[in-house]
């Protein structure tokens, strides 16, 4: 059964700091997805990654893959303040399959 | 992307009562599924609507208390019956389109309050 772990749960943060949250997923998946939430919205996607090695990159955001390591990572470079939010990864159950198994979501607060 | 409308967006109900919630996709869409987010957790997948037929349930999900309609490729519900205080969350309704090549998208979701 597949299970997704994320950590921390909460990260507070300076503006300007740099920060990973990590995302590790406990069978094969063949893809890893990152989605954002803020307080009363619904998920937003942030990256795709499909296939071992993948990186995406968009503003101060990154986020990688290892599949063999079954496990992705979310970067944070140089937080501000907008990036405030809770960060949701969710890999897919099977191939080929939009259902999704979450993670527990990252709090993240950047402090002025 | 698709564009998802939800209705309600919020509603306080009675327990013993039942809320019936819309999902309504500006295009046809392959997929269609409904996902619970509790207060302050993640999401979990409760089924997923089928198009003319019996939705699929996930383990711990069951007809009788979340009867789920999809009469075509555009529109779905979710029907969260006889209301108790633990049914409090938000439901969202999310899309894929086949093939799979994107990430599926999700509606702005409606939170309910069973009091």
């Known amino acids: 059964e597949l299970k997704v772990e994320q950590n921390p749960l909460f990260l507070s943060m300076q503006e300007g700091k740099n920060y990973t949250i990590y995302c590790n997923y406990s069978?094969?998946?063949?893809?890893l997805y990152w989605y954002r939430q803020d307080p009363g919205k619904s998920l937003e996607s942030l990256f795709v990654?499909?296939?071992?090695?993948a990186v995406k990159q968009e503003g101060r955001l990154m986020a990688s893959l290892d599949t063999k390591a079954r496990l992705s990572t979310l970067h944070i470079t140089a937080a501000v303040h907008d990036l405030s939010a809770t960060y949701f990864c969710a890999a897919s159950r099977g191939s080929g399959t939009y259902k999704y198994i979450f993670g527990t979501g990252t709090r993240l607060k950047v402090l002025a | 992307s698709a564009v998802i409308s939800q209705k309600p967006s919020r509603d306080i109900c009675q327990r013993g009562t039942s809320l019936t919630i819309q999902c309504q996709v500006d295009?046809?869409?392959?997929?269609m599924f409904w996902y619970r987010q509790q207060p302050g957790q993640s999401l979990t997948l409760i089924a997923t609507?089928?198009?003319?037929?019996?939705?699929?349930?996930e383990s711990g999900f069951v007809i009788d208390k979340f009867p789920i309609s999809r009469p075509n490729l555009t529109f779905s519900t979710l029907t969260v019956s006889n209301m108790s205080p633990e049914d409090s969350s938000i439901y969202l309704c999310s899309v894929g389109q086949a093939p799979m090549n994107t990430e599926a998208f999700f509606g702005q979701g409606t939170r309910l309050t069973v009091v």
């Open positions: 990654l499909l296939s071992n090695g």
């Open positions: 295009s046809q869409v392959t997929m």
């Open positions: 609507a089928n198009q003319g037929s019996e939705a699929t349930y």
């Open positions: 069978t094969t998946s063949d893809r």
